[in-house]
């Protein structure tokens, strides 16, 4: 026999899962400048300020860094399928690199606050890396988030 309150909290949670389902946007729900959007421009955009940073602050880099780390999962768990999930990372993490590489050049520091890989080039391996398992992760984490089961 249902107690009075659980008609409440099936609500809440049902509540609770629709505001993830908007804070984490489908993939294949998005339109096409979405897509661009969070596909090619967040990071390739995140990367050239977190390389700007890398000239002025290794805090502030490091930040960068973690945050870019944390919307890898974010970006993961967009996908229902393995696979595409990966290749965003891939993607993603190729484009975040490379970005860093950039804006630092762009911001015309003699030297970066945190020591980069040489060869440089070598920093896209250190951004592509970690980025595919944390979009695994989002994608693993995706039923749970939005209430299915798994």
Request: proline share 7%; with cysteine; aromatic share 8%.
């Amino acid at each position: 026999m249902p107690l009075p309150g659980d008609r409440v909290r099936s609500r809440d949670e049902s509540r609770s899962r629709s505001e993830v389902r908007y804070a984490i946007p489908q993939w294949e729900e998005m339109s096409t400048g979405r897509r661009v959007f969070e596909a090619l421009i967040l990071p390739s955009g995140f990367g050239l300020l977190c390389g700007l940073a890398l000239g002025v602050s290794a805090a502030l880099y490091l930040v960068g860094v973690i945050l870019a780390l944390l919307g890898g999962i974010g970006g993961g768990a967009q996908y229902e399928q393995r696979g595409s999930a990966l290749l965003r990372g891939l993607v993603a993490g190729a484009l975040f690199g490379t970005f860093i590489l950039l804006g630092f050049d762009l911001g015309g520091a003699d030297d970066p606050k945190v020591k980069l890989p040489d060869p440089h080039a070598f920093l896209l391996v250190l951004t592509v890396v970690p980025s595919l398992p944390l979009h695994w992760l989002g994608w693993r984490l995706r039923p749970k988030l939005l209430g299915q089961p798994a």
